[in-house]
Structures are given as structure tokens and as C-alpha cells.
């Protein structure tokens, strides 16, 4: 029972009304005390609702950090870039050495591929004649004017040469019947010999049995002398027969080496033939090797001649011109302007440290706040986070920036974008490449009381042993 004030001040009320005695006041004054004593020990009102809230607030606190989850995130920075290397910035660079004679576009000028950017005249040694390539299109015609020349001489050699050869498969057999001809002749030569010899030795005997029956008066001189006549006739036409074999041995002798003439002289006229027809292709070879070298130096100079004019690669915007000024003179290899081509192909280039790249892998989730971009992201709860978009690690670099940083590219999460789930990533226009971003890669879902025993630990997050075991099998 609590003892207040107001009541002690009735109890004293009544107690005088009933006595009015020193003494019975003396019990009075020590019962009101006895009750101020006990009022004093007692607990009071906001002390007991103090404990209570404060019960309350430790459950509650003890209850959140049990089951209130967590998102463990590895942060990193970085910035904006083109994930095709064919979208990004480009360096227009001169290809020739020379100087520029205008230029045909202004910075932030929005061209297309194949628009002029420069003109530049070339100040090589070799190339500063302005009829050069007309002089080497004569040296080139007058090339192929000795070839067509040595082309009709080959052609004419080798019909000369198909002559030949048909009147040496020709010739050949001819001198060889010529010469068979004179082999038979020779053979005739012979037998008249022959006959010759047999005929006078006939008309020798015949001229003997005459003349011994002129002797002894039984024949006359006539006959006689018509035998002797006949002798001597037989005599001459041995000799006579022996002469032609004679001239039909000479003409056999000649007949053959005839036919190893008519062999040999048309051998040589062919193999002559066949010489010039190699010296004519010698020839028409050479002034091909020429007529090549002369093609390439006209290529090259015609190459060199749309060099004087640099050209826009592809669409895109004119970022900066590094080279001002007609008359400046410039060196292969210059950069004269910066092109930055029109695309969508956004990406993000995170940075994050040694300790944290275990625990990244292709195709985590990530939260991005790009800069100048109003957001308010809660790294354990991205539920509630607000202004920040998804994205998936797409590649891991292998080894570090010299720096023990590894760096990530992140690309927009087309999945939960097309389901609805989240926002695509601002038009390009706002999104530049070079922009500073601020990543949070998800992780696993812890509660929030072991999160804060990890920090206060100085732990690293916790992954998977299942997942990192499936991934290394994939």
C-alpha cells in the first residue's frame, strides 16, 4: 500500500478531533513518520515503466538480431565504360606524315563513317610529284606494249617451231629413203659388175677359140676380129660397171651421212627455236615482275593518296581535336581527334580488393549508384534501397591492376528488367563513360547478429563451399 501526503493530512484531521492531548499527538507525529518511511522504500511509477521498456527493447534487439536477415556485399568502385571494344572512344590518328591543309569539323560536331574529318597534304620526298601516278600509268602501258611484242614473238616461235618439227619428222625419213635409194643402186652396180665380168669372160674365151681357127684357116679375120672387137667391148663395160660401183658406193656413203645432216641440222634448228622461245619467256617474265612491282608502288601511292584525307570511322560525336591550326605538320601515328561513336553498350568497371575477389563469381548479382545519380542504397537491406539498378558480373580479371585490386565488368541484369523487377540503367546521354559508380556485389543472407560478430571479428563474409565446389566442376 502506498501512503501519500493527502492522506496523511486526513488521518491528522480526525486524530484532532478526537484528542487534542500532547501524548495523543506525540503517536501521531511517530505514525505519520512510520508511513513516510515506508512511502520513501517504495518503487515508483516511471522507474517501473523505465524497466519495462527496457526489457522490451532487449528482446527486441536480441529477437532483430536473430532473425532480422542481412545481405553481405563486397563494395567496390569504378567507373563507367563501352563493353565492346569497337564502341569505345577512338583515336583518329594521321597515317601518313604531312601537313594539314583544313580541317572539316568542329568539336562536338555529330558525323557519320566515312565523313571527312581532315585534309592533309604529304610532305614525303617520294611522293610530293603530283603526276606520278599518270607518269606510272604510261611506264605501266609502255610495260605492257613489250610484252604484247614478246608475247606475238613467242607465239610466232612456237609456230616456226611446229613447222620445223613436222618438216624434220619430214626430212628425216625422206634422206632416209634417199639413202635406201642409193643402197639399191649400189646393189644393181654390183650385179652389173657381175655381169660384166662373166660377159668378158665369155667374149675372152670366145676371142681365143676364134682366133686359134683363124690360125688354122677355119674361121676368117672378120670373125676375128669381130670376137677381139667384142672382147674389148666387154672389157670396157666391166670397166664402165666397175666406175658406177664405185659412184654407187660414194653416192650410199653420202646418202647416209645425208640423213645424219638433215637429223642433226634440223636438231640444232629446233633446239635455236626452243633458245629464243626460253629467251622470249625470260623475257616476258621480267617485264611481268616489273609490270607487278609497278602495280603495287601505283597501289600503294593510290592508297596513300586517300590517306591525305582522314575519314571518320564510324558514327559517333567529335569529342576534341588535338591538332589545330592549318599548316601544322603532323607524323604517322599522330592523334589529330578523339571520336566517341553513338551506342548503348553500357557496362561498369568495378575495382575490388584482393580479400574480396574469392567471393565474387560471373554472374553475381550487384547493385550499382552511379554519381549524380540521386540514390539511397542500404548494403544489407537492397530491398529498400532506392535510385540504384541491377546488374551481373559478366568477367573477373585473372590478375591484379599492379596495385592488388581486381577488376570486374558489370552489365545491366536484362533478366530482372524484362521481368519488370527492376529499372533499366539510365540512357547514355546520362550515363558517360568515365563516370565514378559505387558497386555492392550481393552475397550470401546472413542474420544481422552474426554480420556484426564478422565485423566486430574483422571476418571475411561467408560463401558457399557447395556453390564454389559446382562451380569449379562446371
Known amino acids: 500500500m502506498v ?49 519495462l521498456l527496457l526489457i522490451l527493447t532487449l528482446t527486441l534487439i536480441v529477437n532483430g538480431l536473430i532473425f532480422i536477415p542481412w545481405q553481405q556485399t563486397v563494395i567496390g568502385t569504378g567507373k563507367i565504360i563501352i563493353f565492346s571494344p569497337m564502341d569505345r572512344p577512338q583515336n583518329i590518328e594521321a597515317q601518313i606524315p604531312g601537313r594539314i591543309i583544313k580541317w572539316d569539323v568542329y568539336e562536338g560536331q555529330i558525323v557519320k563513317q566515312g565523313d571527312v574529318i581532315a ?37 610466232a616461235l612456237e609456230e616456226q617451231y611446229k613447222s620445223l618439227n613436222q618438216s624434220r619428222n619430214v626430212a628425216i625419213p625422206t634422206a632416209g629413203e634417199r639413202a635406201k635409194q642409193t643402197e639399191d643402186r649400189l646393189r644393181a652396180a654390183e650385179q652389173m659388175v657381175k655381169a660384166a665380168e662373166q660377159n668378158l ?24 676380129e669381130l670376137s677381139e672387137l667384142d672382147f674389148i667391148r666387154a672389157k670396157t663395160e666391166l670397166e664402165r660397171a666397175q666406175a658406177m660401183l664405185e659412184i654407187a658406193k660414194s653416192d650410199t656413203t653420202v646418202g647416209r651421212l645425208d640423213q645424219v645432216k638433215v637429223a642433226s641440222d634440223t636438231a640444232a634448228t629446233l633446239n635455236n627455236i626452243e633458245a629464243s622461245m626460253a629467251s622470249v619467256q625470260e623475257t616476258i617474265a621480267s617485264i611481268n615482275n616489273d609490270l607487278l612491282k609497278l602495280e603495287i608502288e601505283l597501289q600503294n601511292i593510290r592508297v596513300r593518296n586517300t590517306q591525305q584525307i582522314i575519314r571518320a570511322p564510324r558514327n559517333g560525336q567529335i569529342v576534341r581535336l588535338l591538332k589545330v591550326g592549318a599548316g601544322e605538320t603532323v607524323k604517322a601515328g599522330d592523334v589529330l581527334a578523339v571520336i566517341a561513336p553513338q ?27 552511379f554519381a549524380g545519380w540521386p540514390a539511397i542504397q542500404f548494403s544489407g537491406c537492397p530491398s529498400i534501397a532506392v535510385g540504384t539498378f541491377g546488374g551481373r558480373v559478366a568477367v ?27 529499372d533499366p540503367w539510365p540512357d547514355a546521354r546520362y550515363l558517360r563513360p568515365g563516370a565514378e559508380v559505387s558497386g555492392w556485389v550481393m552475397l550470401n543472407t546472413v542474420s544481422l547478429g552474426f554480420e556484426l560478430w564478422r565485423q566486430f571479428n574483422g571476418f571475411p563474409p561467408t560463401i558457399e563451399i557447395e556453390s564454389l565446389k559446382d562451380k569449379g566442376k562446371k
Not at 492522506?7 to 492531548?21: G, M, P, R, W, Y
Not at 604529304?122 to 606494249?145: A, G, P, T, W
Not at 561498369?348 to 560471373?362: F, K
Open 201 to 224: 669372160m665369155t667374149s675372152e674365151l670366145n676371142f681365143k677359140r676364134i682366133s686359134e681357127l683363124n690360125e688354122k684357116g677355119l674361121r676368117s679375120n672378120r670373125d676375128r
Open 119 to 155: 585534309e592533309l597534304s604529304d610532305i614525303d620526298s617520294k611522293f610530293l610529284d603530283s603526276n606520278q601516278v599518270s607518269r606510272l600509268e604510261k611506264q605501266k602501258e609502255m610495260l605492257q606494249s613489250r610484252r604484247s611484242a614478246a608475247m606475238t614473238r613467242s607465239s
Open 343 to 369: 551506342t548503348n553498350d553500357q557496362a561498369v568497371e568495378l575495382y575490388v580488393s584482393d580479400n574480396d575477389a574469392p567471393l565474387v563469381s560471373v554472374g553475381s548479382p550487384v547493385r550499382l549508384q
Open 3 to 51: 501512503v501519500t501526503e493527502n492522506t496523511i493530512k486526513t488521518d491528522k484531521k480526525d486524530n484532532l478531533e478526537l484528542a487534542e492531548s500532547p501524548k495523543a499527538l506525540a503517536l501521531i507525529n511517530d505514525k505519520a513518520y512510520s508511513l513516510k518511511s515506508i512511502n520513501l522504500t517504495s518503487t515508483p511509477n516511471t522507474l517501473r515503466n523505465l524497466a
Open 396 to 422: 573477373i580479371d585473372p590478375v591484379d591492376d599492379g596495385k592488388s585490386r581486381y577488376r570486374i565488368i558489370v552489365k545491366p541484369d536484362q533478366e530482372l528488367i524484362a521481368s519488370g523487377k527492376d
